[in-house]
């Protein structure tokens, strides 16, 4: 069954420095996102992208953060200046098409800690 | 705004005992209900969906049946197994928006 292919699994770094979490979407999916969970919290959405721009974006997603599809395979989500509290599990996932229909495919994963 | 709410855990079963696992939802129109699971140390899953009232989603042994009456989409199965200990989230999205809306999670322990 094809998957969302998170990279790297567990990301150690220091306050303030540049992180770049990365993600290979399923082939044929058009629609990406990235979500994150902060231990024992909920799962909150941060932005989604479509056609090579973002189509929605949350409150949590503020200027720190920025997603790109460099290379029609692989889809980042850069945070510039880390904080203590950007400290969580991030989760990539992709679409066919509208979610409502079609459903979302979630990677396993990176768990980003700041320090 | 739109919202999921579930009985929160931790819940903690048999080996082979009924499982339910209450969710219940606020939407202004008519969303799309999924229940997604979480096994320990991995990502999300998705178990089941239904994207209309009165529909059934099943997998695994895992069924839940979209209520528009009362707003509800709980998950059931009948005979639980170890291997189904996870945390367990139903979720929502409408067509207005593209994005899942979570609820905060079941965690479920089966024991032998």
């Known amino acids: 069954e094809p998957e969302v292919t998170q990279t790297p699994s567990h990301q150690v770094t220091q306050m303030g420095q540049e992180v770049i979490l990365r993600c290979v979407p399923i082939s044929n999916h058009l629609y990406f996102y990235w979500y994150r969970q902060i231990l024992g919290q909920k799962v909150e959405f941060l932005v989604s992208f479509y056609n090579n721009e973002i189509s929605e974006k949350s409150e949590i997603f503020d200027d720190q953060f920025s997603v790109e599809r460099p290379d029609g395979s692989n889809f980042t989500l850069k945070i510039r200046s880390t904080k203590l509290e950007d400290s969580a599990m991030y989760f990539c996932?992709?679409?066919?098409?509208?979610?409502?229909?079609?459903?979302?495919?979630f990677g396993s994963g990176t768990r980003l800690t700041v320090v | 705004g739109d919202s999921v709410t579930q009985m929160e855990g931790p819940v903690t079963l048999s080996e082979e005992a009924f499982l339910t696992i209450n969710c219940t939802y606020t939407?202004?129109?008519?969303?799309?209900l999924f229940w997604y699971v979480q096994y320990p140390g991995e990502g999300l899953q998705l178990l089941l969906k239904?994207?209309?009232?009165?529909d059934k989603g099943s997998n695994k042994g895992f069924e839940a049946t979209y209520r528009k009456e009362t707003t509800s989409f709980h998950l059931e199965k009948g005979s639980v197994q170890v291997s189904d200990s996870a945390v367990y989230f139903c979720?929502?999205?409408?067509?207005?928006?593209?994005?899942?809306?979570f609820g905060p999670g079941t965690s479920l322990s089966v024991i032998p």
């Open positions: 979720a929502l999205c409408m067509a207005s928006y593209d994005k899942v809306i």
């Open positions: 239904a994207t209309k009232a009165d």
């Open positions: 996932a992709s679409s066919e098409g509208q979610g409502f229909i079609y459903g979302y495919t």
């Open positions: 939407a202004t129109g008519y969303p799309s």
